[in-house]
């Protein structure tokens, strides 16, 4: 989807749409989508390649969807902003439709929580030790911690969205603004991508650790925020 998009923006837009800020800030969100798309895919299929199911898979499948919302959000912004240059009309339902993937987004993050007690080293001599430590203790405990990290995952970009579509809050985005915008798109999906890879780092005589509540809510907060921040500054 992204790469088509690219190819509108270069080569079917007026000289006058090519030259404008919309066009510029929709370009480097489909780069960033693009990348991000990319990273995404190697670390899930990463995680995919683990010979077995081991508590901390959980986190890291947490970050490695990360830079796949971010993707998500940003290739329906860039078709926002293209909209706002050739069809004006249809820049409320992709906003709409931008808010609706962020949040859709966190909420399927958040949903790792629930299968992470399968993973839990349930044969392991050191379980008992291990289990004094952890977040989530049973599938009960798994079933609330999705659900209430789903919860406060999805208020930022819920907010933004009314702010946005149904208040009319809107902020025009300079050159700076929008270029900052990309940077921490694709500063988010970077860094969790490497955090994704470094969670999946195994100990050698312990069992791994589990989710922990700071990663759930930083991962689903962060693309939340940074969903919600975007539809402020669309047009």
């Excluded at 993973?119 to 659900?147: G, V």
Aim: proline share 6%; net charge negative; aromatic share 6%.
């Amino acid at each position: 989807m992204a790469v088509p998009a690219v190819v509108v923006v270069f080569v079917n837009l007026t000289d006058a749409q090519r030259h404008s800020p919309a066009a510029a800030f929709a370009a480097g969100l489909l780069v960033v989508t693009v990348i991000a798309s990319i990273i995404g895919a190697i670390s899930l299929a990463a995680i995919g390649g683990e010979s077995s199911l081991t508590p901390n898979l959980t986190s890291a499948v947490m970050f490695a969807a990360v830079p796949v919302v971010i993707a998500l959000v940003d290739v329906v912004a860039a078709f926002e902003l293209l909209s706002s240059l050739a069809l004006p009309d249809a820049r409320l339902l992709l906003q709409l439709i931008t808010g609706a993937s962020g949040a859709l987004g966190v909420f399927f993050t958040a949903l790792a929580l629930g299968d992470s007690w399968a993973t839990h080293p349930a044969h392991s001599p050191n379980y008992e030790e291990w289990k004094e430590d952890e977040w989530i203790r049973s599938q009960e405990e798994a079933d609330k911690a999705a659900l209430w990290v789903a919860g406060l995952g999805v208020l930022p970009v819920t907010i933004g969205t009314a702010l946005r579509v149904f208040a009319g809050l809107r902020v025009t985005a300079s050159v700076t603004t929008a270029n900052s915008i990309i940077l921490c798109g694709l500063a988010l999906s970077v860094a969790a991508t490497v955090a994704s890879a470094l969670r999946t780092h195994h100990p050698e005589r312990v069992p791994s650790r589990g989710p922990r509540p700071e990663e759930a809510y930083v991962t689903t907060l962060a693309t939340s925020t940074y969903a919600a921040i975007l539809l402020i500054f669309l047009p």
